[in-house]
């Protein structure tokens, strides 16, 4: 085994370890990283890197864009379920900024076809449409206080077209006195609308607070199950 | 799926039809000598080869090569043999990094209970994948997602550029940059630091 400099590029022993290369030529290669322990130690990085991609295929983060009478909504899902839906944002870009700093180190893939992320831009077609009351999707909530999830879960029930206080999920979730806990973590509801914290109003009669975009679109969420056309 | 595994893939895919003993043997008499240097100048060690060598074997009988005009089973048994010794390779670096970042570490970990080697070394293993993927998650747009497609998605490069909407060469031009980049921000994983 020698390290003299050889004449095989690194995109050979890339085209290698990808299996681009068949016959004659994949075999020169193979029988040269017997030879070079440069170029073989390049073909142990690659199948190391390699080997761990394909083993990190479940964390993947994908997402999805549409129109909607909301602008361009944005949806992104982990194998489990929606993991967040956002819209108000200038491009592309700002949604992914967004999902990286919510997930460090995920791997994110415009994926528009992925199941989940299908699924969403559909039901959320209908919805806008006035033809659907409730979302059948899966969301993953993993990433939240388990407080946050607790929720969330309770204003998943909250039905189409209807409005409880901020006071009653409090109760709901067994926390009575946590009406303005409750009412942070709606904040905080990564999958606006499918879990619809929009349904949560004061006890006063007014709105509360929204988190994307602001009450406006509490008030065109709250108008369109009413009935009423949103724009 | 490792290298060997994707060296037979298509052949796994088709119905199962083990090689005919006589072939088999037919070329192990003709190439074994051959195949057993090579595997013993990749790994470096006599009897990692014959382990390796019998993987060659096995798998040249449970999903043989297609053979007829034009094929080329020598070309075949190296490339299975190459990706095995790869593989082995590949995992024992991945092994020896996990356990050097675990001695450098200055903050003391608990040591792991002698029982529980399994358990700590996939422990140390999953650090190592995080870094990694890490850095993917920094490539440029397209490499990255080029990148995944290919190894964690397992598709081809003509489905990859369908998705990105790009030519194939492009797709597998992002493909490599993305390679050569993570090798060259992981420079730990490299051993040889000759230029």
């Known amino acids: 085994m020698s390290t003299v400099p050889c004449n095989v590029s690194e995109d050979e022993i890339l085209a290698y370890c990808a299996g681009d290369l068949d016959g004659e030529a994949e075999l020169a290669i193979a029988r040269h990283l017997a030879d070079c322990d440069l170029c073989r130690d390049d073909a142990i990085v690659f199948t190391l890197l390699r080997d761990d991609l394909a083993r990190d295929a479940a964390t993947a983060i994908r997402w999805h864009a549409f129109a909607t009478p909301f602008g361009t909504m944005f949806v992104a899902a982990s194998d489990r379920g929606l993991v967040r839906l956002s819209w108000n944002l200038p491009d592309a870009d700002a949604f992914e900024d967004e999902l990286r700093r919510r997930f460090p180190g995920r791997p994110l893939l415009h994926d528009p076809g992925a199941a989940h992320l299908a699924d969403a831009e559909r039901q959320l077609r209908e919805y806008f449409a006035g033809r659907r009351t409730r979302f059948d999707l899966p969301v993953d909530l993993d990433a939240l206080p388990a407080f946050d999830r607790r929720v969330l879960e309770a204003a998943r029930q909250i039905p189409f077209g209807t409005t409880v206080h901020y006071g009653d999920l409090a109760r709901r979730i067994d926390h009575p006195r946590a009406a303005r806990a409750v009412g942070n973590a709606l904040g905080r509801n990564p999958v606006a609308i499918v879990v619809p914290c929009h349904r949560v109003v004061r006890s006063d009669g007014s709105l509360g607070g929204y988190g994307i975009g602001g009450i406006t679109y509490k008030q065109k969420l709250l108008e369109l199950e009413a009935g009423r056309r949103v724009g | ?195």
């Not at chain 2, 570490?105 to 700590?120: F, G, L, M, R």
């Open chain 2, 1 to 195: 799926m490792t290298l060997a595994e994707l060296a037979c893939a298509p052949v796994v895919m088709a119905p199962p039809r083990a090689a005919p003993q006589p072939a088999v043997e037919a070329w192990m008499h003709a190439y074994e000598p051959e195949l057993r240097r090579h595997l013993a100048r990749l790994v470096g060690s006599a009897d990692d080869a014959d382990d390796l060598l019998q993987q060659v074997w096995i798998t040249a009988h449970r999903s043989p090569p297609v053979t007829g005009p034009g094929s080329n089973v020598r070309a075949w048994l190296f490339r299975v043999a190459t990706n095995a010794a790869l593989d082995r390779l590949a995992r024992e670096r991945r092994r020896r990094i996990a356990l050097a970042h675990h001695e450098a570490k200055v903050i003391p970990e608990a040591p792991p209970p002698p029982d529980a080697d399994d358990a700590s070394a996939a422990r140390l293993d999953a650090r190592a994948r995080s870094r990694v993927r890490d850095h993917v998650a920094r490539l440029p747009r397209k490499q990255r997602e080029a990148v995944w497609l290919r190894w964690a998605e397992g598709l081809d490069y003509d489905t990859i550029a369908a998705r990105l909407g790009c030519s194939t060469d492009s797709a597998r031009a992002n493909v490599y940059q993305a390679m050569k980049r993570l090798r060259a921000e992981l420079a730990d994983l490299r051993e040889s630091r000759t230029p």
